[in-house]
């Protein structure tokens, strides 16, 4: 790994920013749903295994009374899950103004789209801007350290140059105290690369996703050139219809290294399934979801095509260097 020429500089170039705005207008334009809307998705099961996942993540790591840091927190789907793990205090940053203003509402209890419930129990601040450009400890000198990170279907945005992905990492390493952990799920680079190989052309899917490179991310050229800005466009039905970028995973754990962020684990989504549902308490979660039905019923579980879009994404933990027990 290069270290950026310009330092702390971490200059950009105009075309970031226009992508970076793509992204936000993206996300910003998508409304909520009604609850019957939600429920008739094609992908349906998909997100609710992906609301799985991120459950499974937080109740393995939060522990009651935490100060969480969300980065890119959308409209606040996991406010709920991280009030179920008694968290102290939450804030959470997006680039989207749209989705940000959902989340604020979904916090202060009003959004329609959700069932009436009491009062969310921590304190929070929401707030809008490019987690990967911002320099968060300063935006934040009065909130930190966290004792939880978390970014989820959101990191591989960093990943258009060098100094935006190490503007994640340093905000994230900045923010965590030492010992505190930096949760996430993001495209698995391997899975999309194997599947760009095995494809005709550039690009590959099926009824529920499709994947398509630009012609100068040809394989031959994607191993030769530099591991930022591998840029992708990926369609998800009804979710996502976005620029994004590759994150080599080899490269994504030295880089944290550098900022003292170091490995807990690494799965994809099918090895994750596999290990936490051998647990009795999160296949009992997963029933309440009904994320995985028990297959007899039509439509009760999910369809081929959304397991294999599953497979595109996997999981870390990170823990920041320095003291490992919590206290
Ligand atoms: N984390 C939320 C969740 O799991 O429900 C939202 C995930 S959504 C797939 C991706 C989110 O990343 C969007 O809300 C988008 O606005 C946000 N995002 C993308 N680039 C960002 C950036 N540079 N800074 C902050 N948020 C960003």
Same mark, same amino acid.
């Given at each position: 790994i290069k270290h950026n020429p310009d330092g702390d500089a971490f200059l950009e170039d105009e075309s970031t920013k226009i992508f970076a705005r793509k992204v936000a207008d993206h996300y910003s334009a998508r409304t909520n749903q009604t609850l019957e809307e939600r429920e008739a998705s094609v992908i349906i099961h998909l997100k609710k295994l992906n609301n799985w996942i991120k459950s499974v993540l937080i109740q393995l790591y939060a522990r009651?009374?935490?100060?969480?840091?969300?980065?890119?927190?959308?409209?606040?789907?996991d406010l709920? *899950?991280?009030? #179920?793990?008694?968290?102290?205090?939450?804030?959470?940053i997006d680039i989207a103004e749209g989705s940000?203003? /959902? $989340?604020?509402?979904?916090?202060n209890g009003?959004?329609?789209?959700?069932?009436?419930?009491?009062?969310?129990?921590?304190?929070?601040?929401?707030?809008?801007?490019?987690?990967?450009?911002?320099r968060l400890d300063e935006v934040l000198a009065d909130d930190g350290p966290f004792d939880i990170c978390s970014c989820q279907f959101a990191l591989h945005y960093s990943w258009s140059t060098e100094a935006r992905a190490r503007r994640a990492l340093a905000n994230v390493s900045a923010l965590l105290r030492p010992g505190g952990i930096f949760i996430g799920t993001m495209p698995d680079a391997n899975v999309i690369v194997k599947k760009l190989r095995e494809?005709?052309?550039?690009?590959?899917?099926?009824?529920?996703?499709?994947?398509?490179?630009?012609?100068?991310?040809?394989? *031959?050229?994607? #191993?030769?050139?530099?591991?930022?800005?591998?840029?992708y466009k990926f369609h998800?039905?009804?979710?996502? /219809? $976005?620029?994004?970028?590759?994150?080599?995973?080899h490269v994504f754990k030295a880089l944290a290294e550098e900022y003292g962020l170091e490995l807990v684990f690494v799965k994809n989504s099918h090895d994750f399934v596999h290990e936490y549902m051998k647990r009795p308490d999160y296949v009992e979660l997963m029933r309440r979801l009904g994320a995985l039905g028990d297959g007899n019923q039509d439509h009760?579980?999910?369809s081929p095509d959304e397991w294999e879009a599953a497979y595109l994404y996997l999981?870390?933990?990170?823990?920041?260097?320095?003291?490992t027990d919590r206290t």
């Open positions: 009651r009374g935490d100060a969480v840091l969300d980065l890119a927190c959308g409209k606040g789907g709920i *899950k991280w009030d #179920k793990a008694k968290i102290g205090y939450y804030v959470g940000i203003e /959902d $989340c604020r509402t979904r916090y009003d959004a329609d789209h959700h069932q009436r419930r009491k009062k969310f129990s921590f304190p929070a601040r929401l707030i809008c801007g490019d987690c990967y450009e911002a494809a005709e052309g550039l690009a590959f899917g099926n009824s529920v996703y499709w994947i398509r490179f630009d012609e100068e991310f040809s394989e *031959k050229k994607f #191993k030769s050139s530099s591991p930022f800005g591998i840029k998800l039905e009804d979710a996502v /219809d $976005c620029p994004e970028y590759i994150v080599p995973f009760s579980t999910l999981s870390f933990v990170l823990r920041k260097r320095g003291q």
